[in-house]
């Protein structure tokens, strides 16, 4: 049961936001789930203030919080993958299941979801983030579709669609904004099982005032992996200009990837500030590096973005007491 915290009715006491309840309990029979929400603050006993159900027209399986309207109270959006017609050439896309709630004094309330987050993509929205990609303070919706992308393109490809939050909610405002490895200045080109956009996260690295975006590709290279730094700047949110990718074969970056792939290295999400310069920094991993020994990375933000100009430092699980496969 895939769930959310964020403090929905402005009383500063957590909330939980549950996808997928079924009354009777089972949380895997249809016809549709309800959503449960359980307004904090919760007893010593784990017994909340409160609950209420939240009616779906579907069944959804991950639910993603923000506050998307900036009005200081959380909302959350509900979605659930929603496989096309898989005999289609190329398969017929329905469109993902999203449902979108506002947060308010009262707790949540339906309001219009976004257009097409799954930006047809064979299964739609997958697992969505939330975080603030043009630096207004108000946070936006980072929905990856990995699946199918076209018949150029193959299967799984992928593409990351931005939908913009506003004071009207998500989709009132910045249209959204679509990339892929094939949107200009971003590295490579789109190929089966990249899964590009199935990681992605926001954060300031070079310092400069404005976020940055950060993407993972992690069946890039056969299953090798990378990540790909969008820089923001102060004409706008990132574009795909100036773009610059990251693997273990970049130079200046620790180790080297297996020729026979599979080492999945990615970045991890949030970006924190590890150092403490006030800048983002990144950490990746690659669970299946050295025969899957595993591997940490650390990439200091700089005020030149990621560039390996800064040492980047290499971390063994076992160098960290971690047994294997645990990077």
Do not use: C
């Not at 959804?60 to 959350?76: E, I, K, W």
């Not at 990339?179 to 310092?207: L, M």
């Not at 025969?291 to 990621?306: C, D, H, T, Y």
């Amino acid at each position: 049961m895939a769930s959310a915290a964020t403090d929905v009715d402005g009383d500063g006491a957590v909330d939980l936001v549950y996808a997928g309840h079924h009354p009777n309990g089972n949380d895997t029979e249809l016809p549709p789930r309800q959503s449960l929400v359980a307004y904090g603050p919760f007893g010593k006993d784990g017994t909340p203030a409160r609950t209420a159900e939240l009616k779906n027209t579907a069944s959804p399986s991950q639910a993603t919080s923000g506050d998307f309207d900036g009005d200081g109270y959380g909302d959350v959006m509900f979605t659930d993958p929603n496989p096309g017609e898989e005999d289609a050439d190329p398969p017929a896309y329905d469109g993902p299941y999203v449902t979108y709630f506002r947060g308010s004094p009262r707790g949540l309330t339906p309001a219009r979801p976004p257009g097409n987050l799954g930006n047809d993509t064979y299964d739609g929205v997958m697992v969505p983030r939330s975080g603030d990609v043009d630096g207004d303070a108000i946070e936006d919706v980072l929905a990856p579709g990995y699946r199918e992308v076209g018949v150029a393109e193959g299967p799984a490809s992928g593409r990351l669609t931005v939908a913009y939050g506003s004071k009207s909610g998500v989709g009132g405002g910045r249209p959204d904004a679509v990339f892929d490895q094939e949107t200009p200045g971003v590295p490579g080109d789109s190929q089966g099982k990249d899964a590009f956009g199935r990681g992605a996260g926001t954060g300031d690295v070079n310092g400069d005032g404005h976020p940055d975006l950060l993407v993972d590709t992690p069946g890039e290279d056969q299953g090798n992996g990378r990540f790909t730094l969008l820089p923001g700047g102060s004409d706008g949110p990132p574009t795909g200009a100036n773009a610059t990718a990251f693997d273990l074969d970049t130079p200046g970056v620790p180790g080297k990837h297996d020729t026979s792939g599979g080492d999945w290295f990615a970045a991890t999400f949030p970006l924190l500030d590890v150092n403490g310069d006030g800048r983002s920094d990144v950490v990746a991993t690659a669970p299946g590096y050295l025969r899957g020994k595993g591997g940490l990375w650390l990439f200091p933000g700089a005020p030149e973005g990621l560039g390996t100009a800064r040492r980047i430092q290499f971390l063994a699980p076992s160098g960290l007491g971690l047994p294997p496969r645990t990077a």
